[in-house]
């Protein structure tokens, strides 16, 4: 049959942490393509696509929350056209999702990828390119978990902290990228990308836990916080997401200093959104090399209800 005929090629749909992997596109798809058709494929998340044959297998897997999908892996068979077949698996994959009660559905390809037309096609919107910035260290202390020195500011983050962190997001985050990553606190938590440490492989949320060291930082100021980041450990790697106060008098390099304090000499990687410039700088002058460009795009699956009246909603530009 057509799609369990020798295949080349890999991924063209990357998560925060196979994003940070060299080899995260070297994979088998005829194995993924098989994965697809057992019986307990949707359970773990494949669905297979096409109208006479299979064109298209993805994988999706819950993001933070619930209501929300992100693509973990997307492959097309040989003969398929990325920018018709592409577009045709996304919307059919957006329908699945509104059927199943998803929200919203993301999708993470490599930058130049003619899944983007596909996926403008489909009605997802690009919320953000982002660049992977990678620093090199050695492996001291691999294995320890993460600790950050009182002196460096920075503290475990609370339940008494999210509406505080939730401001700094409305304030740090074009309204361009928040009108689908969330514009209500529950909706932003939803959508934040899942810390590999958490339930992996499996859309419903089950499977096993993988002992990986991760956590959710803030920096306080007088005001508020002045910057929040959330870490994990992936492979050799720690992974930050990082995000500051756009308008706060900070010393950037601090804040690097900071973020660095807990990773024991392990290699660090961020995916620093385009609209983050200052973060961008800062990382370059910490030695942080720039490395592959994505494009992040979001599809809205489900009627946004009218939010209500006492719900806290993401301000700023």
Excluded: C
């Excluded at 058709?37 to 929350?65: C, E, K, P, Q, Y």
């Excluded at 800062?282 to 490395?291: H, I, Q, T």
Aim: charged share 25%; aromatic share 8%.
């Amino acid at each position: 049959m057509l799609f369990l005929r020798p295949a080349e090629g890999g991924t063209q749909a990357f998560t925060l942490d196979s994003a940070a992997h060299s080899s995260a596109s070297a994979y088998r798809p005829n194995r993924y393509i098989a994965s697809a058709l057992t019986w307990r494929a949707r359970r773990d998340g494949w669905i297979a696509f096409g109208s006479s044959g299979v064109t298209g297998v993805v994988r999706v897997r819950r993001r933070n929350g619930p209501t929300v999908w992100e693509i973990s892996e997307l492959f097309l068979s040989p003969d398929a056209r990325p920018e018709m077949d592409g577009a045709e698996l996304l919307s059919d994959l957006a329908d699945v999702a509104s059927r199943l009660g998803i929200h919203r559905v993301f999708l993470r390809i490599g930058d130049g990828n003619p899944m983007a037309t596909a996926a403008r096609r489909a009605g997802y919107t690009l919320q953000t390119r982002e660049t992977l910035y990678h620093l090199p260290e050695d492996l001291r202390g691999q294995g320890q978990p993460a600790h950050y020195p009182g002196e460096s500011g920075w503290r475990t983050v609370t339940d008494e902290d999210l509406k505080r962190v939730f401001r700094l997001y409305g304030s740090a985050t074009p309204l361009s990228v928040r009108e689908t990553a969330g514009m209500t606190l529950p909706e932003w938590r939803d959508s934040l990308e899942p810390l590999p440490h958490a339930p992996r492989g499996n859309v419903f949320g089950g499977g096993r836990t993988a002992a990986i060291n991760s956590g959710e930082m803030v920096l306080d100021g007088e005001q508020g916080p002045l910057a929040w980041m959330r870490f994990s450990d992936a492979s050799n790697e720690r992974l930050f997401t990082l995000m500051v106060e756009p308008e706060a008098d900070l010393d950037m390099d601090e804040v690097v200093h900071g973020v660095l304090a807990g990773g024991f000499g392990k290699p660090a990687a961020m995916l620093v959104p385009l609209y983050a410039r200052r973060i961008a700088v800062a990382l370059a002058a910490a030695e942080f090399v720039p490395g592959h460009d994505y494009e992040l795009f979001a599809r809205q699956t489900a009627e946004r209800a009218k939010i209500p009246r006492n719900t806290m909603v993401a301000a700023g530009g």
